[in-house]
């Protein structure tokens, strides 16, 4: 079995430590690096974890793990110390919990990232789970300062509310689709006329299939109002599934592999229906073919 990291055993100790701690906090180094590569692969001969074992590969041990990192990160937020680098590494930690409960990450198209990086971009995205938010840091965080748009509950959340305040997500009720939009379109353009990039899901809750009619076009219409390019994101993310009793606390699949492809920017021109098309047609794309590789592994 692969051996554990110092993350596994000290990263509470270090978050617990933050309110007194007077210097730069340091975390535990991660050995993921996604700068100057085009995408990144599980190695072949990756072994889950022997924790994982121990624990009868029970989906606990994953979400100590994860949702260890957002408590760690409530920690810190109110300190001023979830900066871009400890979201990184938090993030970081989720990707090799990943891998210790057995699941492969295929990463691609960090090529196009870099095309945009460092510029305000709205990145336009399918969305299935929760594990979403807790790796987009690790895969984007170097190449833009991104925020994002969460549901207005989240921010009654203990240490999540945190941990998505430090970054100045844009909340909405998904009771009144009106009022979200003007929301959204005017905190949206102040974010990205301040350099920043932000992360849309038009999908209106978590699902594992893309119906087009559902995939709505606030991502282009806010990139056509700033003047912003759209940066096509197709993920798969169902190596968690949905729960049944708490949506959030589901069974992980570690057989689905976790996917994300970043498609080349896209200037949106006209009423942007050519964009929102060219947006959906990638999505769908990736999503047929990584379902695919999903089946040679059942082999």
Not at 16 to 33: K, L, N
Not at 86 to 111: D, W
Not at 249 to 262: A, N
Request: aromatic letters at 10%.
């Amino acid at each position: 079995m692969a051996g554990e990291s110092l993350a596994d055993f000290g990263l509470f100790r270090q978050a617990a430590a933050v309110a007194e701690h007077t210097g730069d906090y340091v975390i535990v180094p991660s050995a993921y690096s996604f700068y100057n590569v085009d995408g990144y692969d599980t190695p072949a001969d990756n072994r889950s974890s022997l924790w994982f074992h121990l624990c009868l590969r029970s989906r606990w041990y994953y979400y100590f793990g994860f949702f260890g990192t957002f408590f760690c990160g409530g920690i810190m937020a109110p300190f001023g110390k979830l900066d871009a680098n400890a979201q990184t590494r938090f993030s970081n930690s989720n990707l090799h919990l990943i891998e210790k409960c057995g699941g492969r990450v295929h990463i691609a198209g960090l090529e196009n990232l870099r095309m945009v990086a460092g510029k305000p971009v709205v990145v336009v995205a399918n969305h299935m789970s929760l594990l979403e938010a807790g790796l987009l840091h690790a895969v984007m965080r170097g190449y833009l300062d991104v925020s994002f748009v969460v549901k207005e509950s989240l921010l009654r959340v203990p240490f999540f509310r945190d941990v998505i305040k430090s970054i100045d997500v844009i909340p909405v009720t998904r009771e009144n689709p009106r009022e979200d939009l003007k929301t959204m379109l005017r905190e949206g353009k102040r974010i990205l006329a301040s350099g920043r990039s932000l992360l849309v899901f038009p999908q209106s809750t978590r699902t594992e299939l893309l119906d087009p009619e559902k995939f709505n076009t606030i991502g282009v219409k806010l990139a056509r109002s700033a003047g912003v390019p759209v940066l096509p994101l197709a993920l798969k993310t169902d190596f968690v599934a949905n729960g049944r009793l708490v949506r959030d606390l589901g069974p992980i699949r570690p057989e689905r592999i976790v996917c994300f492809e970043f498609a080349p920017p896209i200037e949106v021109v006209g009423n942007g229906q050519e964009a929102q098309h060219a947006i959906i047609e990638f999505i769908n794309s990736r999503l047929v073919e990584w379902r695919k590789l999903d089946a040679e592994r059942k082999r």
